[in-house]
């Protein structure tokens, strides 16, 4: 008897998974047919025109344009030449630990940068700075610049304005 119920119910599971076709699939396969046709028909199929680019032109933002939002923070001069810290500065790294920073700070002036470490005394962060200016506008001028030449640098496409009070 238990050999029974089990043939039956094997039976009938493979019954269900058999014999049953949704409609849906078929009618789906049908409209995306018809579809398909029509649309190499018309001509957009996988052929397609030369399309002609246009060359990247590069345009000169007005200060306008230019996002010059920063923080403020005082902070003191670590590592760098002296006096190169001036109000408005590019950070693209922060750091708890001054050997991170002096790391990045070697790579860029291994690239040309004179990039410097300074130190947030109230939170003991070492903040790596790429460029340092007089006013907002030469600093958002310089930090986009920095962004544009490190297009794959996640990191560095965070860099941002400082105030140092």
């Known amino acids: 008897m238990r050999k029974l119920f089990v043939v039956a119910i094997a ?13 849906k699939d078929s009618a ?5 047919d018809e579809a398909r046709q029509a649309e190499l028909a018309e001509g ?6 030369a399309v002609d ?12 344009d230019i996002d010059t939002t920063y ?16 109000a408005f500065s590019v950070v693209c790294g922060s750091y708890s630990r001054k050997e991170g920073a ?9 690239e040309g940068y004179n990039a410097i470490v300074v130190q947030n005394p109230s939170t003991g962060l070492y903040r790596v700075v790429c ?7 030469e600093a958002a001028v ?3 610049k920095f962004k544009a030449d490190h297009p794959r640098n996640n990191d560095y496409q965070k860099a941002w304005l400082l105030y140092n009070k």
């Open 11 to 23: 039976a009938c599971v493979a019954f269900s998974f058999t014999s049953c076709k949704s409609s």
């Open 28 to 32: 789906y396969k049908t409209a995306y």
């Open 44 to 49: 957009n199929g996988q052929e397609s025109e």
């Open 53 to 64: 680019i246009a060359p990247v032109a590069s345009s000169t933002n007005s200060a306008k």
């Open 71 to 86: 923080r403020t923070e005082k902070v003191v001069l670590s590592s760098g030449a002296a006096g190169a810290l001036k």
């Open 102 to 110: 002096e790391n990045i700070r070697q790579s860029l002036v291994d």
């Open 131 to 137: 460029a340092s200016c007089d006013t907002k506008e």
């Open 142 to 144: 310089a930090r986009d």
